[in-house]
């Protein structure tokens, strides 16, 4: 079984910086995905990065047009953890952050699911 934790969300300002954790026991699905959810607002996948199969070769990452030029997503094996992180935040991405996880592909459904890290930015 996988479980994941994230950490890392906050209070900051608009234009400033955040990195978020997405920590996994067990083993890392080859699929890791971030998503979002703001306040009233359905939930939107804003990142993920595919690892080939059976390695730990990344092999693409791909970005919602809201997270393109400022949010990379990344991931350190030895770690087991998956990281977003986050520039010139505005207030629209003011949401609860979730890492999930799937051992297929990232444009499925996803397996695994962390609880959340708030993320709050102010103007």
């Known amino acids: 079984q996988v479980q994941l934790v994230e950490s890392g969300g906050g209070s900051v300002q608009a234009g400033g910086s955040l990195r978020l954790s997405c920590s996994a026991s067990?083993?890392?699905?080859?699929?890791m995905g971030w998503f979002r959810q703001g306040p009233g607002k359905e939930r939107e996948k804003i990142a993920h990065?595919?690892?080939?199969?059976?390695?730990?070769?990344?092999?693409?990452?791909w970005y919602a047009d809201s997270a393109k030029g400022r949010f990379t997503i990344s991931q350190d094996n030895a770690k087991k953890t998956v990281y977003l992180q986050m520039n010139s935040l505005k207030p629209e991405d003011t949401a609860m952050y979730y890492c999930a996880g799937v051992s297929d592909a990232c444009f499925g459904e996803y397996e695994y699911w962390g609880q959340g890290t708030q993320v709050t930015v102010s103007s």
């Open positions: 067990g083993y890392i699905p080859s699929c």
């Open positions: 990065i595919f690892t080939e199969p059976g390695t730990t070769r990344p092999l693409s990452a």
